[in-house]
């Protein structure tokens, strides 16, 4: 228990802030200052999207035609077999450079 004195004493003092703390409570209410605005921006464009999106669509590719490629020659460097979209894209290419007949340099 604080004795009676010693709280009128605490009140006629003024209250001190380190220097670190009133820049951290600066800085807190700059970033307030300026996550309301974006935040409010945020909001507003979030309300001009649907509510629900369209079923995506898928586009038919076609196939390379036999011999098609006759004299090209194709270059295509890899980001490795280690990651599997990336091998089954240069399997794809691989495959229809043949069927084309085009020249193919692979490097992975």
Known sequence: ?????????MRRLPMRISPIRKRSVIALG???ALMVP?????VAAAKK?????PAPEYVDFQKAKKDSGKG???????LGDSV?????????????????????????
């Not at 974006?38 to 945020?42: D, I, K, R, V, Y």
């Open 30 to 32: 700059v970033v307030i």
């Open 49 to 53: 999207f649907p509510k629900s999106l």
């Open 84 to 108: 599997p979209f990336v091998k089954l894209v240069s399997d794809s290419i691989k495959r229809e450079a043949k069927l084309a007949g085009a020249k193919l340099e692979f490097c992975d």
């Open 1 to 9: 228990m604080i004795p009676e004195s010693v709280r009128k004493e």
């Open 72 to 78: 090209l020659s194709l270059g295509y460097i890899s």
């Open 38 to 42: 974006a935040m409010s921006t945020a």
